[in-house]
T-cell receptor, first 114, second 113 residues
Framework: GAGVSQSPSNKVTEKGKDVELRCDPISGHTALYWYRQSLGQGLEFLIYFQGNSAPDKSGLPSDRFSAERTGGSVSTLTIQRTQQEDSAVYLC????????????FGPGTRLTVL | QQQVKQSPQSLIVQKGGISIINCAYENTAFDYFPWYQQFPGKGPALLIAIRPDVSEKKEGRFTISFNKSAKQFSLHIMDSQPGDSATYFC????????????FGQGTRLTINP
């Protein structure tokens, strides 16, 4: 079956603009994660969704970042008033619920803020 | 306390050699330690993982060694091949709760033919 898909694959925007990044998880996966991969910072957790539970937003770096997951499937990460330091690859992962959740990653969206 | 430190940053190994990447963690609540492999332009893919109740896990040419008292774990790639050239990330998480992964900084591995 299809893996995790993300769109767009690349996004170039101007400082101050809002951007939306989309993630389509693997069908049937109830858990969904967003991570950010930036040079010198490695991969860092942003937000986690599990079923209908309240999301774990503990990794969001500022209130300019938000995410939602509609119908327990597709997720959108929104960055408002983008800054140059937001430039990174944004990765989405999904997993089945269970004792050990193998996280399957998408290819990421490379965001460049000019 | 949430950090995972990984070394080396880059590693060059001859074909057929052994590649060794090391990680250390601080949070003793971590109880799941996966390694991910990432090729350029792709997302990370799970390679092998270990729980702290064992000291070693082997899958094919890949072995994780785990030292709970030292809070260290390492990845060994035996008979390294050019196709193993990639960036490797160690990670740690707690099985209870969200299982959000805390990643090391990554190691860029190059296998010379």
């Amino acid at each position: 079956g299809a893996g995790v898909s993300q769109s767009p694959s690349n996004k170039v925007t101007e400082k101050g603009k809002d951007v939306e990044l989309r993630c389509d998880p693997i069908s049937g996966h109830t858990a969904l994660y967003w991570y950010r991969q930036s040079l010198g910072q490695g991969l860092e957790f942003l937000i986690y969704f599990q079923g209908n539970s309240a999301p774990d937003k503990s990794g969001l770096p500022s209130d300019r970042f938000s995410a939602e997951r509609t119908g327990g499937s597709v997720s959108t990460l929104t960055i408002q008033r983008t800054q140059q330091e937001d430039s990174a690859v944004y990765l989405c992962a999904s997993s089945l619920a269970g004792a050990i959740r193998e996280q399957f990653f998408g290819p990421g969206t490379r965001l460049t803020v000019l | 306390q949430q950090q995972v430190k990984q070394s080396p940053q880059s590693l060059i190994v001859q074909k057929g050699g052994i590649s060794i990447i090391n990680c250390a963690y601080e949070n003793t609540a971590f109880d799941y330690f996966p390694w991910y492999q990432q090729f350029p332009g792709k997302g990370p893919a799970l390679l092998i993982a270990i729980r702290p109740d064992v000291s070693e896990k082997k899958e094919g040419r890949f072995t994780i060694s785990f030292n709970k008292s030292a809070k260290q774990f390492s990845l060994h790639i035996m008979d390294s091949q050019p196709g193993d050239s990639a960036t490797y990330f160690c990670a740690a998480s707690m099985v209870q709760g969200a299982q959000k992964l805390v990643f090391g900084q990554g190691t860029r591995l190059t296998i010379n033919p």
